[in-house]
């Protein structure tokens, strides 16, 4: 038996099933070591990159051995961001599709606190969250761990960067003793191994180098006098023309004035910083993943948990002053083994900067001439789709199906015009491709969804 397929793993047939429709063919490294040491029962700390399938490994380790008869919280995965939780919960009902009555809940800040402990009232097999919100309805008594049998910290060394060791060690309190404690991380601080001494059992632990990537990144460095910052990225969006882009910024100012800079350059760009509301934020990244926008304009703080694969470039508008704040950077390039591309302006004042990453790297940098790209665009950096957004989410229990069913059906629209679906409890966002998005704005304006009529308006 292959070693790394997942039928060589102790998994319920419904989930190996689940697996081969999801097109999981073997293991990935992380996998293939973290998740026999999982299923056995074993604390664990693994270190792997994100994009790696840890998320997988540990949600099959915790989905695995759920009793479906006991309503209780069974297994916690904390993650940094809400972004990065939504991206978890989603990836953990689609692995958990083939189990019986498996019910997940995300608990994240930015959502009223009211519908959360309506919600838990009836029960939950698996909660993701972000540590203030589990704090908050621990607190409130309106969530209990007594019966947790799996905690997952993911991303834990985000986590202990933004503040969470406090509101992580109260969480901690209230579990078990006799927990399983999985702790996923992208590097391994002082300050975390310090944390996992506290609250793991003789953990295991697993590696997985990145010495030899299947995404290869190739990394090209351009100097800039610091007035030509903007201009500079123009000509790397126009010499290069990637669909999707992230630009890395220093600052909220950089990413919104670079983000108004591009679009008056017809560029379809998107702003992530702090300063927006949460919907908002929830709204770019909904753009950004569905290819209705192609330049998300982010800072570090407002990026970090997210996952968005297929990044076809990355470009930093500033170095970053932290050599592993670049590495991850560059590292949302090229995920699904395809090759990475990672575009650096260097101006002189980064120059320090610049030698902690030449530092870090295993051969020497790249350096290429501005001049002697573009100037401009030829042709306007449009993006592919168009974002349909419906006033009917899951609280009106409109499902992906329904709309799809909507628009091919009664709406007539060819299947291939349709991209991601994704549905919150009050709306849904569809992606329809640019030359078909506003007859689909008037087809569904003009019909309706499982019986009923819906407000519908097509995003910019």
């Known amino acids: 038996m292959n070693p790394t397929a997942f039928d060589s793993l102790k998994l319920p047939t419904a989930m190996l099933d689940t697996l081969q429709q999801m097109g999981y063919a073997s293991m990935t490294p992380i996998q293939a070591e973290a998740l026999p040491l999982i299923l056995q029962g074993d604390d664990l700390l693994a270190q792997s990159r994100t994009g790696s399938g840890k998320t997988a490994a540990f949600g099959i380790g915790l989905l695995a051995p759920l009793n479906p008869q006991f309503f209780g919280c069974q297994a916690l995965v904390l993650s940094p961001t809400r972004e990065l939780a939504t991206q978890t919960a989603t990836a953990l009902r689609s692995l958990a599709r083939g189990l019986p009555n498996i019910k997940i809940i995300t608990l994240c800040g930015g959502t009223p606190f009211g519908p959360q ?56 309190g209230h579990t078990p003793a006799r927990r399983q404690t999985l702790l996923f991380s992208a590097t391994y601080p002082a300050g975390l191994k310090a944390l996992a001494a506290e609250f793991m059992r003789n953990p295991k632990q697993v590696t997985i180098a990145e010495a030899s990537p299947s995404n290869p990144i190739a990394q090209r460095f351009y100097e800039i006098d610091e007035a030509q910052r903007f201009d500079a990225v123009l000509r790397l969006l126009a010499a290069n023309r990637p669909q999707p882009c992230i630009a890395f910024c220093h600052t909220r100012q950089q990413c919104q004035e670079l983000a108004d800079f591009l679009n008056a350059n017809s560029i379809s760009a998107q702003a992530l910083h702090g300063d927006m509301e949460q919907r908002d934020r929830d709204q770019v990244l909904a753009l950004f993943a569905n290819q209705s926008c192609s330049v998300l304009t982010a800072t570090d703080v407002a990026a970090r948990g997210i996952d968005i694969e297929g990044v076809a470039a990355v470009i930093n508008v500033e170095l970053s ?22 575009l650096s302006l260097v101006a002189p004042r980064e120059l320090k900067r610049l030698r902690a990453i030449e530092d870090n790297s295993s ?98």
């Open 321 to 342: 002053a932290d050599p592993a704040a670049h590495t991850h950077r560059i590292g949302r390039s090229g995920r699904a083994g395809q090759s990475g591309l990672a």
């Open 117 to 172: 402990a309506a919600s838990l009232e009836q029960g939950a097999h698996v909660i993701v969250g972000t540590p203030g919100r589990i704090q908050d309805h621990l607190t409130r008594g309106t969530l209990t761990l007594d019966s947790l049998n799996c905690l997952v910290l993911d991303e834990a060394d985000r986590m202990l960067d933004m503040g969470f060791v406090d509101p992580i060690r109260e969480i901690i």
């Open 363 to 460: 051969e020497p940098l790249d350096w290429q001439e501005i001049d002697s790209l573009p100037v401009r665009l030829e042709q306007p950096l449009t993006a592919p789709m168009r974002t349909l957004v419906v006033a009917g989410g899951r609280k009106d229990k409109v499902r992906p199906g329904d709309l799809l069913g909507a628009l091919t059906g009664d709406a007539g629209l060819p299947g291939d015009a349709i991209g991601k679906i994704s549905i919150s409890d009050f709306q849904a966002l569809v992606a329809i491709r640019r030359d078909q998005a506003k007859l689909a704005l008037t087809r569904l304006s003009d019909g309706k969804i499982k019986g009923r009529r819906f407000k519908v308006r097509l995003l910019p």
